[in-house]
């Protein structure tokens, strides 16, 4: 027998009902005794603790899982830390009056750190993550009814075309097995209209040559030792602080130092230790220009592209006013072909 928690979470859910699709066969799916069903071939995808799971294993985004179990509200906001809200209109240039009452797609949503924000402006957020991080943003946002979490695949999402009025993705697409890939699924996903923007990983600063030499260790080493070793890499901050107060060359010794191990420096140690482990475990990691992600987003048919303040943050609008959504469709699947 179901819990009242648990019927409450799944009433929550069938606001989603119209723009999901079993992925399966595509046929639409409703709602039944806290699961959803594909109505033409039967799957079943359950909710569980506030979670619509449309993948059965986290696949490479354990680390993930890993460290935003860690670091469940740590970049989360609160009174005198507004950091969150402050990075998310410089990394998609949203604002608070164009999205509020929209429907809004976080992409790679993590413990949940930016869908707060954007709920908090009044949207209507699905966030999806491939890693169990996604029960993390379920129990940070569970006093939200503006926000669904979805445990989903990027590369397989559960949506019906033109189901968003905008979509974001903020330091996640890097860490897909095909970034572009990843990236030209979801424009289908917008409104005529609608507007995308995404943050990548930068190419054009090399300072993190050293890192990628040792990412091949860290990357196949388990969770909870990297996780053991990043503690300590965190401690070098202040060896940063101290060189800084050296006078002439205490700046260029730790840019050397930087070089040669590059680390965050957040005055935050928790900060530190999460985004050190962020940036060393992942199985994937990309960087990208600006010259390439403009292409993916032109072959997408996208419009109205922007550089946002934030490398690489770059913005898109789907084009809208067409006489029939075949023929817009057409459209962008003519620009992804002649992309390839």
Not at 62 to 80: I, V
């Given at each position: 027998m179901q819990s009242r928690e648990q019927k409450d979470s799944a009433a929550h859910f069938a606001e989603l009902i119209p723009m999901l699709r079993c992925l399966e066969c595509t046929g639409e799916l409703s709602l039944d005794s806290g699961h959803f069903c594909c109505k033409k071939c039967g799957v079943d995808y359950p909710i569980v603790d506030g979670v619509a799971c449309f993948v059965s294993s986290d696949n490479y985004a354990?680390?993930?899982?890993?460290?935003?179990?860690?670091?469940?509200?740590?970049?989360?906001?609160?009174?005198?830390s507004p950091v969150s809200e402050e990075d998310f209109p410089r990394k998609t240039g949203f604002?608070?009056?164009?999205?509020?009452?929209?429907?809004?797609?976080?992409?790679?949503?993590?413990?949940?750190?930016?869908?707060?924000?954007?709920?908090?402006?009044?949207?209507?957020?699905?966030?999806?993550?491939?890693?169990?991080a996604a029960d993390m943003a379920a129990?940070?946002?569970?006093?939200?009814?503006?926000?669904?979490?979805?445990?989903?695949?990027?590369?397989?999402?559960?949506?019906?075309?033109?189901?968003?009025?905008?979509?974001?993705?903020?330091?996640?697409?890097?860490h897909t097995p095909d970034c572009q890939r990843a990236f030209e699924g979801l424009p289908r996903l917008l409104k005529p209209s609608g507007i995308i923007a995404v943050w990548l990983y930068s190419a054009y600063n090399k300072w993190y040559r050293m890192s990628d030499t040792y990412r091949r260790i860290t990357t196949k080493l388990p969770n909870g030792v990297l996780y053991r070793l990043c503690q300590m890499a965190a401690v070098l901050y202040?060896?940063?602080?101290?060189?800084?107060?050296?006078?002439?060359?205490?700046?260029?010794?730790?840019?050397?130092?930087?070089?040669v191990l590059p680390l965050p420096l957040y005055p935050q140690w928790d900060w530190r230790v999460l985004d050190t482990f962020d940036w060393?475990?992942?199985?994937?990691?990309?960087?990208?220009?600006?010259?390439?992600?403009?292409?993916?987003?032109?072959?997408?048919?996208?419009?109205?592209?922007?550089?946002?303040?934030?490398?690489?943050?770059?913005q898109g609008r789907?084009?809208?006013g067409f006489l029939n959504s075949e023929c817009e469709e057409d459209v962008v699947e003519a620009g992804l072909r002649n992309h390839r």
């Open positions: 354990t680390s993930f899982g890993f460290e935003w179990n860690k670091h469940a509200r740590t970049q989360l906001d609160h009174p005198g604002t608070p009056e164009e999205i509020k009452g929209k429907w809004v797609l976080d992409v790679g949503c993590g413990m949940g750190r930016f869908a707060d924000v954007a709920s908090r402006w009044g949207a209507k957020v699905v966030g999806i993550d491939l890693s169990r129990k940070n946002l569970s006093d939200r009814n503006n926000v669904w979490i979805c445990q989903a695949n990027i590369f397989q999402l559960p949506f019906a075309v033109k189901s968003f009025d905008y979509i974001y993705s903020i330091g996640v697409l890097h202040y060896v940063h602080v101290g060189l800084r107060h050296i006078p002439i060359l205490g700046r260029t010794l730790s840019g050397v130092l930087s070089y060393y475990s992942p199985k994937y990691q990309s960087k990208h220009t600006y010259e390439e992600v403009f292409r993916w987003f032109e072959g997408c048919g996208l419009r109205d592209l922007r550089v946002l303040l934030e490398p690489i943050s770059v789907k084009p809208g």
